[in-house]
């Protein structure tokens, strides 16, 4: 079994995450519950920043926060020096209650409202990833109105299709993402901004993709950025001070995957744009990339509690979980994999092949299909790796579940950062028709 970071099997054969039981912390904060070792998402944070640091390298190692954002996690971020990607005004607004220095936030999406930019621009974030005309349109005339410079990056589509799954691809021409590099979107966008009074673009940007094995996707895409970098130079004298090249470094859910360390993604990509710059006596931009998966996602866990088994005889065991599809909708969407083990059986055999199923009312409701575990009873502290990224964050209420409580261990101490939902918690929005004041409108 591949345990991650801190995890250990303690003396009564329990995992150990963070220095405790994970069984005491399911029986402590109850379950479904998201454990996060915080000293595996500093270790992989350092990993990236001191490599760019080693090269003597100008960078921003921005946290794509989409893969979990909360208070707390944002806190983690900035304390460790990184920069903040966020793609909505409430991931925005929680950076900003969180206290993250607003110089350090870059803004993403490709539908952002006048009212989000708006947020932005008041909260003078450090930078705009502008995505379409319409927007380039948006901040000409919010910036106007108000008398206020933003920096921007344009993003660009370079036309790679990274080895991944079809939904979290984006760097591919027919994405719904930026400005395409080959039939002219991209110059189109460059001359729309270059000159204007307000607006200072800072270079460009792409993301190929998620999940993703090997370096030379990203050289791939920084060798196409930097032949329209060397362009725009040529033709307008225009100097790109920021050359931001996306996440998607990949991670290992099962032993199917193979990832490299986040150094080696970083070193490959420092080398190969050295390579291409120097050979053009171009001044050297500052490299910004923007981890989520590869910063949070094997250092979460979760921890669910066992239930119902069902035997499809000759076909299927079914052991049924107190969560699923509403805190992990990844297997369900990309029939993403993952591993797994009992958390309170960890130097038991394992004899039985099981299918973990979630509690939603759907077929489909299957986290883990077809794995080998001791055999199990109800009670049973089932831990699922790798759920730190785009787990809690993709998290719904379906079937009016509640959201799990997210903890945080390190050393022996633990905390909660986002407390679990209630059943009032549920309703708070709902307004009832025979109630006063409820929101009827006459
Ligand atoms: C623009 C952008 N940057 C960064 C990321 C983070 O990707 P990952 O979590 O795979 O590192 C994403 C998500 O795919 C993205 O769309
Ligand atoms: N949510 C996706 C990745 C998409 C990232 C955003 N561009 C996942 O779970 O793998």
Not at 179 to 208: E, P, R, T, W
């Amino acid at each position: 079994m591949h345990l991650y970071g801190t995890q250990s099997v303690d003396e009564h054969g329990q995992l150990t995450i963070g220095g405790t039981s994970a069984v005491t912390l399911a029986k402590t904060y109850g379950t479904p519950l998201f454990v996060y070792d915080t000293a595996l998402i500093k270790e992989r944070a350092r990993a990236f920043v001191q490599t760019f640091e080693r090269a003597g390298v100008q960078a921003q190692v921005a946290y794509a926060s989409k893969a979990f954002s909360s208070i707390a996690m944002y806190q983690l971020a900035a304390d460790e020096g990184l920069s903040l990607d966020v793609v909505s005004g409430g991931e925005l607004f929680t950076a900003i209650r969180a206290g993250y220095p607003v110089e350090r936030i870059h803004f993403h999406g490709n539908n952002k409202s006048d009212e989000e930019l708006i947020f932005a621009l008041d909260s003078a974030i450090g930078c705009i990833v502008v995505d379409n005309f319409h927007e380039i349109e948006q901040l000409k005339r919010l910036t106007k109105y108000k008398k206020v410079n933003i920096n921007i990056l344009l993003r660009v589509t370079p036309g790679i299709e990274a080895h991944t799954h079809d939904y979290i691809t984006t760097g591919q021409a027919d994405s719904k993402f930026g400005f395409d590099l080959h039939n002219g979107q991209a110059d189109q966008a460059f001359q729309s901004v270059k000159d204007d009074s307000y607006i200072s673009l800072l270079g460009m940007h792409c993301h190929i993709g998620s999940q993703i094995f090997d370096t030379a996707a990203f050289s791939l895409a920084a060798k196409k950025l930097i032949v329209k970098m060397l362009d725009w130079k040529t033709k307008s004298g225009f100097i790109c001070s920021v050359l931001n090249l996306g996440g998607g470094f990949g991670i290992r859910y099962t032993e199917e995957d193979k990832p490299l360390k986040p150094e080696i993604y970083v070193e490959d990509m420092i080398k190969s744009i050295q390579l291409e710059i120097g050979q053009e006596n171009y001044p050297m931009p500052e490299i910004w990339i923007e981890p989520g998966r590869s910063l949070v996602g094997d250092a979460g866990i979760t921890l669910y509690k066992i239930g119902s088994q069902k035997e499809v005889p000759g076909l299927t065991n079914y052991l049924a979980v107190d969560g699923g599809m509403s805190d992990n909708i990844r297997p369900a969407l990309y029939q993403a994999k993952y591993d797994a083990a009992v958390a309170n059986k960890m130097n038991f055999d394992s004899t039985t092949t099981y299918t973990v199923a979630g509690k939603c009312c759907e077929s489909g409701d299957k986290l883990i299909e077809k794995i080998s575990l001791p055999k199990v009873e109800a009670g049973d502290t089932l831990a699922i790796f790798c759920t730190g990224a785009y787990g809690y964050s993709m998290a719904s209420n379906y079937n009016r579940l509640p959201r799990p409580a997210v903890i945080f261990v390190e050393q022996g101490q633990h905390r909660i950062v986002i407390k679990r939902e209630t059943y009032e918690d549920l309703v708070r929005l709902d307004c009832s028709l025979q109630g006063e004041n409820m929101g009827m409108q006459s």
